[in-house]
Each structure stands twice: as structure tokens, then as C-alpha cells.
């Protein structure tokens, strides 16, 4: 028996008061922004000049692949760093 739950991308806040660092995870859709998260799949600071973005994307992908929902931003920052055309081209092979 496989247990069905719904699971998002999204961005868990780390860092000092005023200074956000962001985590990218796969995360339980009812957990709270900070709480239990499932895998880190990358990480992203606003802060730096230009924003830091390092994403693993074959993780990305096989999420996206396992029907994963990203927020907002995180589909953002996954268009940026390729993941999402290379899900699209793992999707057209298939």
C-alpha cells in the first residue's frame, strides 16, 4: 500500500534576522514554510549581486516527474537554471 501525498517545491527561510538565505525543497504540501521538509534540492540568495541559484536538477526533475508542484518562485528559479526545459524534454521522450 502507497501512501498518496500532495508535494510542492518551495523555499524554506534559513539565515540571521534581515539576512534571508533560502533553501529549495520538496516538502509536504500542509507542513508549515519552516517545518519538516522531505529532500533539499538547492539553494537560492536574493542578497548576492547576482542572485546565487544552485539547484540540483536532476532531483528537480525527478520530482517534477513524480507530479511535485512548484511555488511561484521556485518555478522561477528552475526556469532560470534549465531544470524545467530539461523536464520538458525528459516528458516529450517518453
Known amino acids: 500500500m502507497t501512501i498518496k501525498m500532495a508535494v510542492k517545491l518551495r523555499l524554506t527561510r534559513v539565515g540571521k534576522t534581515k ?3 533560502y533553501r529549495i525543497v520538496a516538502a509536504d504540501a500542509r507542513s508549515p514554510r519552516d517545518g519538516r521538509f522531505i529532500e533539499i534540492l538547492g539553494q537560492y540568495n536574493p542578497r548576492e549581486e ?11 526533475v525527478k520530482w517534477l516527474a ?3 508542484q512548484p511555488t511561484e518562485r ?4 528552475i ?8 523536464f520538458e524534454a525528459s516528458k516529450a521522450s517518453k
Open 74 to 77: 521556485v518555478a522561477k528559479i
Open 79 to 86: 526556469k532560470i537554471s534549465g531544470a524545467m526545459e530539461q
Open 19 to 21: 539576512q534571508p538565505q
Open 66 to 68: 513524480e507530479g511535485a
Open 50 to 60: 547576482p542572485s546565487l541559484i544552485n539547484v540540483d536538477n536532476d532531483k528537480i
